[in-house]
Structures are given as structure tokens and as C-alpha cells.
């Protein structure tokens, strides 16, 4: 049934469908694609308007479907018909509208994944535009115009009035802090509305039939449950459909294996469970060791304190949180009588591991350091430019399984400074003061560039770590780089040890005196299970975090306003930068793990650290206090 405004969305399916009328069923079809499909599908399953299907007509009886078909819908974009069509016209449409899909079009995580629309890139100021108290909105729907409206509970008078989508349904959802409120519609679509900032922020169609939604207690979660399909989707608070399950099918499990539905039968039958309570994971006696692996500092820091006040090890996937405090972690941990490591298969605890070996052998431990992809350029990427570094295409990103967020965190540097300072935390090798170099070499030069000045290296001092670039600065690709791997540098101690090194095989410099030793990959994932061994069986961390000595501290991507928003790892407005502890401190920098959705309260040129002063700091303040506790207790102090 045409409406007054144009299409958003026309699906591309085909289906069959005998229709006994006196119109005949080529007529009909005509019909329905002139003055129907543009607002709701090809396929009927809605675009502007709401699926004309059976499971979504329910409610509705075919007389008085053919009347709205005939005078249309007051108050709504439903125009009438009834001066272009005649009455078995009309009947045939509603009887075409009242026929079964067969079969009945998919829509699963795929679908859904591809529906998903972001309005809000960028993170929205943490303070409400309006005056009123933002604890006592009254929050209308209206269904005869398909409309919300925002009015003060104080005084009842209008703040924001916005288009909704379609026959919203179940009532508003709101997160706990009452800034967010979700709507779900009756044709599947959900609606992410911040109330402070009264805007859109995004949506995703859940399914094409849906009863209800439900909001988390903390907010975190959105669950969804449809008719058509019959299905709960259980999306993110961003709502990006949650990845549990999928994840797990993606590494060839079988479904029966995650089918345990508690705790205890995982434990009694050796299937796994999957639960969204991190308090039930930490409290369970049956389980001994924790892997944090969310990627979130805060919340990973809040996850390794549950866990270790429980009486678990902790193995430390998340570097992002391990680099903001760990050392005090593993204070704990140790005051617990339980391990906390670094997660073997990961670059950092492999950097551990080969520096342990140096300083075993008795030999001097000049550098160590990663390979990475970097070229100064890479330092301004932001996710909706950081395919383009990769040289891939809209397509090829489309076709992969791929996360923008993440990929710009390692494009930038961010990811490399965090890794980097949480190594020396665990080791007590320093950053350089600037930074990160990013220094370009391959196998054969590891020797000669990651050595002091004073010997013709390029380092300012002995005993730093760095980055072996993959790339020079203009782009071409170093010879042999070792993009994937860690490595070391170390000085022979003696005349004898220095010919030992050409003895042997090892790749020194030109003078001999300076070697290098490396791994060429690592396995994140597939090798974290030893971690898990060595912390239960043997009590020991493969790689800990010991002292306050490096830091990651959040830096301008661009000269940047008071009242703007920072928005953290992998976002548009920071880069994280690896600088020894005692300039962090006098900076007073702000660690990158802080500087999620955070306003600015002074300017920050491009470039510039970001410093405590600099924000308005409002939530996570529980994170924040525990922050400044490591940094008064853990400067220096190993464990």
C-alpha cells in the first residue's frame, strides 16, 4: 500500500504465491509492486512500513485490513486507495498479504549483522543538553504517527519529539544510569536513543517478527525475542549481536559442546557454558584459573580483582588492562597466595620468555622489542580509514570477518605501545623518551640497529625496547622482516663469549660483540593454555608485570577543543604513546585505558599527552581510584 514517503529499503527475494482471486495473480503482483512494495519490500517484509505477512497480521482481521487498504491510515503515512483500486482489487491484495512466505526467508546473524545502521560515530558529550533532571524524563510513545516524545517529569512540558520506527512495541527499555533507553518495533528493528544527548545513536533489525526486548541489569546487553523467526538474539549494548556462540562454531565446535546450561554441569560433564555473569565464573569452586580476555581495561581490571579476591589465577589476555596497573594486580595476586601472568602466545610474555633466557645465559641485555607493520602515516588512522593502509577493498573487508576498531589500534601504534610498556613492567627495561621509534630492520640488521649510538646502533642507551619495523618510512618493505615476531639483542660479555656467538651461527654485528635472537611468530589462542598449565600445575606466571616503569599515556590525533569527547583505544581521537613511568607521572598523563568516553575540559594540541587535568572524570571512578593507588605504591618497587 503506497505511502507518501519513499522507500529506505527494498530487499532483493524472490517468492512464489498462488492467489485464488478474481484479479488474478499476475494482477495482483502488479498491484502490490506499484502501490505497495516501495514501503514494505519487494519481499513483504517491511522497509518504512511493516511486513505484510500473516505472522504479522495477526492482530488484524481481513475486513478491516481491505478498509485501511481503501480510506488508509489516520495519522500515519498510510495514504487510501480506494479511487485507484476496486474492491476485488483490494480483497486480492489483502488475501496476497494474508499468504505464508515459502520458504520463509532467513534471517539470522548474518542478516542481521548486515542491518545494522551507526548514527553516532563519535562519542557524545557525558552531560545532558537540557536542564531538566535527566532521572525523571517521561519517555511517550505514539503509535497513531509512529513518534517519540521526551518531556520533563517535573514539569510535563515537551524537551525532544522524534520519528520512530514502526509500531514500537513492549515499552521503552533504559540502561541503569537512565542515558540510554532501547525501543523495539514490531517489524524487528532496535533502537539505541541517548537520552542526554536526545539522538539516535544506532539501530539493528533483530528479526522480522518481534515480541519484546529486555535491557541487563548493568546495562551491557540487549535481548531480543521474536515470533519470526522464532529466536533470542542477544545483542551488546552497541547492538552488535554477541559473539559467544558464534565464536566458539567459528573454531569448529560442535554445538553439543557449549550446550551446558550451568556451571555445575559444565563441570560435571566437561562441556562448557557460556554465562554473562562474571561474579558466577569467580565465585564457581570448581574452576581455578580466570582468563581475562574482554580487550576493555576497565573492565578487565574489575574482572582480575573479582577473580583473584576469589582465589584464582589470572592469566592476563588483555594487555589493555595489564598495562594500566598491572604490577598492582600481581601484588595482589601474590598477597593471595594466586599466579597473575601475561598469556603465553602473545607477543609480550614470548618477549619475557627471551629475556629471561638472555639475562640466564649471563649474557647483557641491550634491546628487545616486535615486529610490526608501521609507517609513520599509520599514526593518524582512524577506523573508517584504516582498510585503506591495508590496501583492501570495501569488498574484500566485507567478505572477512574483520573489526575496524581493533585494526586501527594496531595500525596507529596504540596496540604496540601498550604491549610494549606492559614488557617493561615485567622485565624493567625502559621506554625511550620519546616513544616508540619504530625503528625499520630485518633479521640481518637486528644486531646492528638495536644496539647503543655509541656503537653504531640506533638506540640512545642501552636496554630499551622498541619496535622492528616491517617498513620504511616511504613504504617499501624491509628485507626479512620479522612482522609477526619478537626479538632480542644482547652483548657478549667476553672475548670468549664472542666467539662463541661466530662459532655457533648466531647473526651478530658487523663488530661480533652484539647478537640477536628471535621467534618468528606467535599463536594468541592456540598457545595460552600453556599459561593456564604453568599458573595451576606448577604455580608459576609466564611473564608478570613487577613494577611501575612504562606507561601508555593517551595522545591527540588532532588539535582538539574543550567540551570534545575522547573515545579511547582504536577510536578517532587518540593514539597511545610508550613513555617511561617518571614522565608519565609529571605529566600527570591520562593511561589510554582511561580515556574512553571522557570530555575534554581544555584544549589539547595535536600530539600532546593528555593529562588527568584535561578531563572531566565522572564514571569508573572505582578504576580510577585503583589507578592512582598504583601509581603512589608501584614505582620501582619489583615484586
Not at 604453568?534 to 591527540?556: I, M, N, P, Q, Y
Request: with cysteine; charged share 25%; aromatic share 8%.
Amino acid at each position: 500500500m503506497k505511502m507518501r514517503a519513499p522507500a529506505l529499503l527494498i530487499f532483493g527475494l524472490f517468492f512464489q504465491l498462488t492467489v485464488a482471486s478474481s484479479a488474478g495473480a499476475a494482477e495482483v503482483g502488479e498491484n502490490f509492486k506499484q502501490h505497495c512494495a516501495a514501503c514494505h519490500g519487494a519481499d513483504r517484509l517491511g522497509g518504512i512500513g511493516p511486513a505484510l505477512i500473516p505472522e504479522n497480521l495477526a492482530r488484524l482481521r481481513k475486513p478491516e485490513a481491505e478498509k485501511v487498504i481503501k480510506e488508509g491510515r489516520p495519522a500515519t503515512q498510510m495514504a487510501g486507495f480506494g479511487d485507484k483500486l476496486s474492491g476485488d482489487e483490494i480483497k486480492a491484495l489483502v488475501d496476497f498479504a494474508y499468504t505464508p512466505i515459502k520458504p520463509m526467508p532467513a534471517w539470522g546473524e548474518k542478516e542481521i549483522k548486515a542491518s545494522r545502521i551507526v548514527h553516532e560515530k563519535q562519542p557524545l558529550p557525558d552531560k545532558p543538553v537540557f536542564k531538566a533532571d535527566p532521572m525523571n524524563l517521561f519517555v511517550v510513545v505514539e503509535s497513531g504517527d509512529h513518534h517519540v516524545s521526551i518531556l520533563d517529569g517535573d514539569k510535563l512540558e515537551p524537551i525532544h519529539r522524534f520519528q520512530s520506527r514502526y509500531a514500537l512495541h513492549g515499552g521503552p527499555k533504559f540502561t541503569p544510569d537512565g542515558r540510554h533507553v532501547f525501543f523495539a518495533s514490531r517489524d524487528g528493528w532496535i533502537t539505541k536513543f541517548d537520552l542526554w544527548n536526545l539522538k539516535v545513536v544506532a539501530e539493528v533489525r533483530a528479526g522480522i517478527n518481534t515480541r519484546n526486548a529486555a535491557v541487563s541489569g548493568d546495562g551491557q546487553w540487549v535481548a531480543v525475542a521474536n515470533y519470526l523467526p522464532h529466536s533470542l538474539v542477544i545483542l551488546d549494548a552497541d547492538l552488535n549481536v554477541a559473539k559467544a556462540r558464534e565464536s566458539l562454531k567459528r573454531v569448529g565446535w560442535e554445538e553439543d559442546q557449549y550446550s551446558a546450561k550451568t556451571l555445575g554441569d559444565a563441570y560435571k560433564t566437561g562441556k562448557t557454558c557460556i554465562v554473562d555473569n562474571a561474579a558466577a565464573l569467580a565465585e564457581f569452586d570448581g574452576i581455578e584459573c580466570i582468563i581475562e580476555a574482554t580487550g576493555h581495561p576497565i573492565v578487565g581490571v574489575r574482572h582480575a580483582l573479582l577473580a583473584i579476591d576469589h582465589g584464582k589465577h589470572v592469566v592476563m589476555v588483555n594487555v589493555e588492562a595489564d598495562v594500566m596497573c598491572g604490577p598492582l594486580l600481581a601484588a595482589r595476586a601474590k598477597a593471595k597466595g594466586v599466579v597473575y601472568s601475561m598469556a603465553y602466545g602473545d607477543q609480550p610474555a614470548f618477549m619475557c620468555e627471551l629475556i629471561d633466557w638472555v639475562r640466564s645465559c649471563g649474557f647483557e641485555l641491550t634491546a628487545a622489542g616486535k615486529g610490526m607493520n608501521f609507517e609513520p602515516r599509520y599514526r593518524y588512522s582512524t577506523p573508517d580509514t584504516v582498510w585503506g593502509y591495508f590496501g583492501w577493498t570495501e569488498a574484500e573487508v566485507k567478505a572477512g570477518d574483520f573489526n575496524a576498531q581493533m585494526y586501527n589500534s594496531f595500525t596507529d601504534g596504540t596496540k604496540a605501545a601498550i604491549e610494549m610498556a606492559a614488557v617493561a613492567n615485567g622485565t624493567g627495561l625502559d621506554c625511550p623518551d620519546a616513544g616508540l621509534a619504530f625503528l625499520p630492520a630485518g633479521i640481518h640488521d637486528l644486531a646492528n640497529v638495536f644496539k647503543p649510538a655509541a656503537d653504531g646502533g640506533r638506540l640512545a642507551r642501552s636496554g630499551l625496547i622498541d619496535i622492528a619495523a616491517s617498513q620504511e618510512p616511504d613504504g617499501r618493505e624491509v628485507l626479512n622482516n620479522i612482522r609477526y615476531g619478537m626479538f632480542v639483542t644482547f652483548k657478549a660479555p667476553d672475548e670468549y663469549t664472542r666467539a662463541c656467538f661466530k662459532q655457533y651461527g648466531l647473526l651478530t654485528d658487523k663488530s661480533g660483540w652484539y647478537a640477536s635472537m628471535w621467534r618468528p611468530f606467535h599463536l594468541i589462542g592456540l598457545e595460552t593454555s600453556v599459561s593456564v598449565l604453568s599458573a595451576v600445575l606448577r604455580g608459576e606466571a609466564t611473564g608478570c608485570s613487577k613494577e611501575f616503569r612504562a606507561d601508555a599515556v593517551a595522545t591527540a590525533k588532532t588539535d582538539m577543543k574543550a567540551g570534545e569527547m575522547l573515545d579511547g583505544e582504536r577510536g578517532f581521537a587518540l593514539w597511545a604513546n610508550a613513555i617511561p613511568a617518571h614522565k608519565s607521572l609529571a605529566l600527570d598523563a591520562l593511561p589510554i585505558g582511561l580515556a574512553h568516553k571522557v570530555k575534554l575540559v581544555k584544549p589539547v594540541a595535536k600530539d600532546t599527552p593528555v593529562s588527568f587535568s584535561d578531563v572531566e572524570l565522572v564514571d569508573n571512578l572505582d578504576v580510577v581510584e585503583f589507578r592512582k593507588e598504583y601509581t603512589r605504591t608501584m614505582l620501582g618497587k619489583a615484586n
